[in-house]
């Protein structure tokens, strides 16, 4: 089974600090995505990656930034972190061409930035 | 924009009833609507999904009505069971922008 790894399930940050936030899939899957999801707001994509050093913005990307530097892993990067980005963060990734474009979600990381 | 529109926001349900989700896209471009489930704690899983080429796919008791001419699409869950309590998001996308849209979410509870 794929299996998509988020490497913490709870964060506590200060406002100012830099944030990573790392995911990893096992699967060799070509696309990877960070969501973030909020109460009311479902969720809403920050950025996605097609191949590595490729990256594409979301509808959210203001105050993130990516890293992929190797196809199995995708980081989310929170230059200074403020207090509205408290939200939970998930990772996904997919295969661009399997028949279902099925999304594997990693089981996400609540960020609470004080 | 909301590219994806979800109602309700929450729903409760008896045990054995059925549990209705209704979404609306814009975009008649997206090739691809599916389903996720999320329990607490847990990251959403996929429970179903449908292409606008037909009109109604149905796995077991989960069931997905498309109206392709209306932009709207629907999951019915039959026989509902407590189990089934969780958060459904509905979304929309495919292959040309490699984007999902997700909705809003809706909180089910099946009271047994």
């Known amino acids: 089974d794929v299996k998509v790894t988020q490497s913490s399930r709870y964060l506590v940050k200060r406002t100012g600090e830099k944030v990573f936030l790392e995911c990893v899939q096992d699967?060799?899957?070509?696309?990877m995505f960070w969501y973030r999801q909020d109460p009311g707001l479902g969720l809403r994509l920050i950025y996605f990656s097609y191949d590595v050093k490729m990256k594409e913005k979301g509808d959210i990307p203001e105050g993130y930034s990516v890293s992929r530097e190797k196809k199995e892993r995708f980081s989310l990067i929170l230059e200074s972190a403020s207090t509205n980005q408290t939200s939970m963060y998930l990772c996904?990734?997919?295969?661009?061409?399997?028949?279902?474009?099925?999304?594997?979600f990693g089981s996400g990381t609540q960020l609470s930035v004080l | 924009q909301q590219q994806v529109k979800q109602s309700p926001q929450s729903l409760i349900v008896q045990k054995g009833g059925i549990s209705i989700i209704n979404c609306a896209y814009e975009n008649t471009a997206f090739d691809y609507f599916p389903w996720y489930q999320q329990f607490p704690g847990k990251g959403p899983a996929l429970l179903i999904a449908?292409?606008?080429?037909?009109s109604e796919k149905k796995e077991g008791r989960f069931t997905i009505s498309f109206n392709k001419s209306a932009k709207q699409f629907s999951l019915h869950i039959m026989d509902s069971q407590p189990g089934d309590s969780a958060t459904y998001f509905c979304a929309a996308g495919g292959r040309a922008g490699n984007q999902f849209y997700f909705g809003t979410g809706t909180s089910l509870t099946v009271i047994p």
């Open positions: 449908i292409r606008p080429d037909v």
């Open positions: 699967m060799d899957h070509e696309n």
């Open positions: 996904a990734s997919n295969h661009p061409r399997q028949a279902d474009e099925k999304l594997f």
